[in-house]
């Protein structure tokens, strides 16, 4: 309890940032439609986030150790409030294709820093329950932000006066908390060789990761407007992703933890070609049928980024898993910076289907690479235990260090 009420701060402005920073994505997506943005000019705007995302990742240890950690994360969160404000008073998709990039940065830079943070204040005997509450109110934070879309009118001074409101809560509880902050420490290299050299079916599995979950949740929107969902029913729609998702983790890293990662990453990718065909099937049913099509969906494509970081972790030495983790970040930032652009190209040219059949076709690639990887590929020497793995920073490796370190 003592561990919690100290982290209180930190879990108070993640909480905050999800609310803010989440709810833009779905905000966006609605609100370019009301203005008549085409499906590429929106997803545009997606491939926009993660590119800032990128240069936020990079850019905030450096101003950690120039700054310190209050100042800088109020630095990031007064950009992504400034790009959230901005958007009323310029109603053009390539001016909130900055706007988004700020959004990116902000989320990069923030998170960067609370999980700095978090690492200096945790021990190998609270590393396990400080993460669970971490994630905890991370998914929170994510899901009340996708609920808090069905009450908000798209391209409203409202709305998105309402999210800047929250990144301002956010601001608080980690500039005035009594806790001590913690001294920078080294930024990681950028080694992208890395990643492959340890294992290249990790490789490819975190760019399709970044494929199928930068396509669903920043074109996401526009598919459930081309199927007809209301405004209200498309922020439910993505809740039941991530809820999905998040059930899927224990069964999932159990099986992980069991067998061979190779055979589960394909097996959980076979799933995955499964849980588009069940999108595809579901909108030509109810609301409820696309809602469920969604969960699943969810459940068999969230844990693919975990499962090839913890393959690639098997084989690496200790004092290689930072840069691994910003190798595997990295990576994952290139499939989902090109992904938005050409999901939303493929909605507009040959309709919602069209989507689901180019993650099906990322995934088949994946199944096709595993089983080629498994008659020339080294077996792994021992598992490192399955965790989940978010995608929030480059030193989220230095938070979810394996027990056998």
Same mark, same amino acid.
Request: net charge positive; charged share 10%; hydrophobic share 55%.
């Given at each position: 309890?003592?561990?919690?009420?100290?982290?209180?701060a930190?879990?108070? =402005?993640?909480?905050?940032?999800?609310?803010?920073?989440? *709810?833009?994505?779905?905000?966006d997506?609605?609100? *370019?439609?009301?203005?008549?943005f085409?499906?590429?000019?929106?997803?545009?705007?997606?491939?926009?986030?993660?590119? @800032?995302?990128?240069? %936020?990742?990079?850019?905030?240890?450096?101003?950690?150790?120039?700054?310190?950690?209050a100042?800088?994360?109020?630095?990031?969160?007064?950009?992504?409030?400034?790009?959230?404000? #901005?958007?009323?008073?310029?109603?053009?998709?390539?001016?909130?294709? @900055?706007?988004?990039?700020?959004?990116?940065?902000?989320?990069? %830079?923030?998170?960067?820093?609370?999980?700095?943070?978090?690492?200096?204040?945790?021990?190998?005997?609270?590393?396990? /329950?400080?993460?669970?509450?971490?994630?905890?109110?991370?998914?929170?934070?994510?899901?009340?932000?996708?609920v808090?879309?069905?009450?908000l009118?798209?391209?409203?001074?409202?709305?998105?006066?309402?999210?800047?409101?929250?990144?301002?809560?956010?601001?608080?509880?980690?500039?005035?908390?009594? =806790?001590?902050?913690?001294?920078? &420490? #080294?930024? +990681?290299?950028?080694?992208?060789?890395?990643?492959?050299?340890?294992?290249?079916? &990790?490789?490819?599995g975190v760019?399709v990761?970044?494929?199928?979950?930068?396509?669903? /949740?920043?074109?996401? +929107?526009?598919?459930?407007?081309?199927?007809?969902?209301? $405004?209200?029913?498309?922020?439910?729609?993505? =809740?039941?992703?991530?809820?999905?998702?998040?059930? $899927?983790?224990?069964?999932? %890293?159990?099986?992980?933890?069991?067998?061979?990662? /190779?055979l589960?990453?394909i097996?959980?990718?076979?799933?995955?070609?499964?849980?588009?065909v069940?999108?595809?099937a579901?909108?030509?049913?109810?609301?409820?049928t696309?809602?469920?099509?969604?969960?699943?969906?969810?459940?068999?494509?969230?844990?693919?980024?975990?499962? =090839?970081?913890?393959?690639?972790?098997?084989?690496?030495?200790?004092?290689?898993?930072?840069?691994?983790s910003? $190798?595997?970040?990295?990576?994952y930032?290139?499939? !989902?910076?090109?992904?938005?652009?050409?999901?939303?190209?493929?909605?507009?040219?040959?309709?919602?289907?069209?989507?689901f059949?180019?993650? !099906?076709?990322?995934?088949?690639?994946l199944?096709?690479? @595993?089983?080629?990887?498994?008659?020339?590929?080294?077996t792994?020497?021992?598992?490192?235990?399955?965790?989940?793995?978010?995608?929030?920073?480059?030193?989220?490796?230095?938070?979810? /260090?394996?027990?056998?370190?």
């Amino acid at each position: 309890m003592t561990l919690l009420i100290s982290f209180a701060a930190l879990f108070v =402005s993640v909480f905050f940032l999800q609310l803010g920073l989440g *709810g833009v994505v779905p905000l966006d997506a609605l609100s *370019g439609t009301a203005l008549g943005f085409t499906a590429e000019q929106i997803g545009t705007m997606g491939s926009a986030h993660f590119l @800032g995302f990128f240069v %936020g990742c990079w850019w905030a240890p450096r101003l950690m150790g120039e700054v310190g950690h209050a100042r800088a994360f109020a630095a990031f969160t007064a950009a992504g409030t400034t790009g959230i404000l #901005a958007h009323m008073m310029w109603l053009d998709p390539w001016a909130w294709a @900055g706007m988004r990039m700020l959004s990116g940065l902000s989320v990069a %830079g923030c998170y960067t820093i609370i999980e700095a943070w978090l690492q200096s204040k945790v021990t190998n005997e609270t590393r396990g /329950r400080a993460m669970g509450v971490y994630r905890m109110v991370d998914v929170s934070g994510n899901l009340g932000a996708q609920v808090l879309i069905a009450f908000l009118p798209p391209a409203a001074y409202v709305s998105y006066n309402l999210l800047a409101l929250f990144m301002c809560f956010a601001i608080f509880p980690l500039l005035l908390t009594r =806790s001590e902050a913690p001294s920078a &420490g #080294a930024a +990681p290299r950028l080694r992208p060789k890395l990643a492959w050299s340890k294992s290249p079916l &990790g490789a490819v599995g975190v760019v399709v990761s970044g494929i199928t979950g930068a396509a669903f /949740r920043m074109v996401g +929107p526009l598919y459930g407007i081309a199927v007809g969902l209301e $405004a209200d029913r498309i922020a439910l729609f993505l =809740s039941a992703y991530v809820v999905g998702g998040a059930l $899927a983790q224990f069964p999932v %890293g159990w099986i992980a933890d069991k067998y061979d990662r /190779r055979l589960v990453l394909i097996g959980i990718s076979v799933a995955s070609i499964l849980g588009c065909v069940a999108m595809i099937a579901g909108a030509q049913g109810n609301v409820v049928t696309i809602f469920l099509a969604a969960a699943f969906f969810g459940f068999t494509t969230f844990p693919i980024y975990s499962i =090839s970081t913890a393959h690639a972790h098997d084989f690496a030495e200790q004092h290689e898993r930072v840069e691994l983790s910003a $190798a595997q970040m990295f990576l994952y930032a290139v499939g !989902a910076i090109a992904s938005p652009v050409i999901a939303s190209a493929l909605i507009s040219g040959f309709g919602p289907a069209s989507m689901f059949i180019f993650i !099906a076709l990322a995934h088949v690639l994946l199944i096709v690479f @595993g089983l080629y990887r498994m008659q020339v590929g080294r077996t792994p020497p021992a598992h490192t235990p399955y965790v989940y793995t978010p995608r929030t920073s480059f030193l989220i490796g230095r938070l979810l /260090r394996r027990r056998d370190d």
